[in-house]
């Protein structure tokens, strides 16, 4: 679920070619997710079969192969809002800090 939701979720920013996505999420989401790239392109595939992102167009440079633009579709925008809903419903989100906070007063001078 977590490559679909971040493929998706950098779509909706803008349309990306295949690349682009493994580049972004490099520079932006390494930290916080782990995902392994030669699943980007399988996610992608399953993204197009599912209706969710098409293939707007494609880029040719010099002697390197063609790469296609992907867009997100109205079918995708919907599966990316229901899938971030259903992760907040479900899912308790916490920081090791807010254990600390919580203790925090048990700092202070006796």
């Known amino acids: 679920m977590k ?3 971040t493929i998706l979720g950098l779509l909706m920013e ?4 295949g690349y682009e996505i493994k580049k972004k999420i490099v520079e932006r989401l ?4 782990d995902i ?3 699943s980007i ?3 992608i595939k399953k993204a197009v079969d599912n209706g969710w992102v098409k293939r707007v167009g494609t880029e040719k440079e010099g ?3 063609e790469r296609y633009i992907y867009q997100i579709m ?3 925008r919907k599966y990316y809002k229901k899938m971030l809903k259903q992760y907040f419903d479900h899912t308790m989100i916490h920081f ?3 254990i600390v906070l919580m203790f925090y007063n048990s700092l202070m001078p006796e």
């Open 74 to 76: 109205p079918a995708g």
């Open 96 to 98: 090791d800090i807010d």
């Open 41 to 43: 392109y399988y996610a």
């Open 14 to 17: 803008e349309n990306l070619y």
């Open 30 to 33: 390494e930290d916080y997710v």
């Open 3 to 5: 490559i679909e939701i």
């Open 36 to 38: 392994k790239f030669g």
């Open 63 to 65: 002697g390197n192969p």
